[in-house]
């Protein structure tokens, strides 16, 4: 497994860009996230509100902190997972709560660069996360 970057470098990357370009980063995270069991691709794991289809697995580690899987059949949808998961990966569920995952996204500003219609699952994904956070919270 290769080390997951930290949504701060990502973003220094996507911020010297041409719009297309950051398109090509979006799917290339999207193409670098460990991949998901088809086994784990069920409707118990698919996020609602999607267009696309999107799956996400969490799994609590030893440690305590939280390792999500996740996966959809579209590339850009796809990197948007990566972005949020960069958040959050691998963080004990008390910091999860803390983050303000719609805060630390604006940068991005991804209703600028992709349609409404790739973004609109993103509050659905990030409740999900939150949820499942909250219920392996001390």
């Known amino acids: 497994m290769t080390q997951a970057r930290s949504i701060d470098d990502i973003y220094e990357e996507f911020e010297f860009l041409d719009r297309d370009d950051r398109h090509r980063l979006i799917i290339d995270l999207g193409r670098a996230l ?3 069991p088809d086994a784990l691709k069920t409707d118990a794991t698919l996020v609602r509100g999607c267009q696309s ?8 580690r030893d440690d305590g902190t939280l390792h999500f ?18 958040v959050v ?12 995952m719609e805060t630390t996204l604006d940068p991005f500003d991804l209703s600028k660069h992709l349609t409404s219609n790739r973004t ?19």
């Open 89 to 100: 990966q691998d963080k004990q569920p008390d910091e999860i709560l803390r983050v303000n």
């Open 120 to 138: 609109q699952g993103i509050p659905n994904m990030i409740a999900l996360i939150r949820e499942t956070a909250a219920r392996y919270s001390v």
């Open 69 to 86: 899987l996740a996966d959809s059949n579209s590339a850009i949808t796809k990197g948007i997972i990566a972005l949020v998961l960069a």
């Open 34 to 36: 460990e991949a998901m």
């Open 53 to 60: 289809k999107v799956w996400t697995y969490p799994i609590r």
